[in-house]
């Protein structure tokens, strides 16, 4: 364990345990149709390759990078960074994506690929409801956490620590809170 981390919430083998019972649903969910997998940047990279990998259906993957401002009251908007490549109207799309928040960029957007056609459902690694401020339906949710600073597994502090092969929760004194 590095120094920065105050412990480690979920280990390297259980978040085997909850990949692996993730793409069993999708797997039974998807059988004989065509999904396209795609990986929202840049927290979901390791969570979506890991998933895939265990993927016995007809899967494409493609990717995108958002950011939302604005939250509560405040109507949010979604930037775009890096937008998808393929046509996605039509098709079964799983947003994959390592954390859901405030939910403010999820439900963004799904409604942005929704009006453009696309037949989704929302995959999240993680899920932090106590910071919840829009509702977003997550249909395969990895695992509820308390709200508390993760880092890991894709997730970052100052683009730190993605690479870390566990989540862990971050000494309060690296980001001063
Ligand atoms: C994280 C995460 C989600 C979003 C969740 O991305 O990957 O996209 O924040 O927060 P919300 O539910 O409050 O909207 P981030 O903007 O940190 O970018 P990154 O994945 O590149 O680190």
């Keep these: 364990m590095i120094k920065e981390v105050e412990k480690i919430l979920i280990s390297k083998d259980e978040i085997k345990g909850i990949v692996k019972k993730i793409a069993d649903r999708i797997n039974e969910d998807y059988k004989g149709k065509q999904v396209v997998l795609l990986v929202i940047l840049k927290g979901s990279l390791l969570f979506a390759s890991d998933l895939m990998r265990y993927l016995d259906v007809d899967v494409t993957i493609d990717f995108m990078q958002v950011s939302s401002y604005g939250s509560g009251t405040v109507s949010g908007e979604l930037k775009i960074l ?47 409801p106590a910071r919840r401020e829009k509702d977003v339906y997550i249909k395969y949710c990895g695992i509820e956490i308390p709200d508390e600073f993760v880092i890991g597994y894709g997730m970052d502090y100052d683009e730190r620590f993605r690479n870390l092969p566990y989540i862990g929760i971050l000494k309060k004194e690296v980001y001063g809170g």
């Design 82 to 128: 890096k937008d998808a490549q393929t046509d996605l109207n039509g098709k079964n799309v799983i947003i994959t994506e390592d954390i859901v928040d405030s939910g403010n960029t999820l439900s963004m957007l799904n409604d942005l690929l929704q009006k453009r056609g696309a037949n989704t459902e929302i995959c999240s690694m993680l899920s932090k």
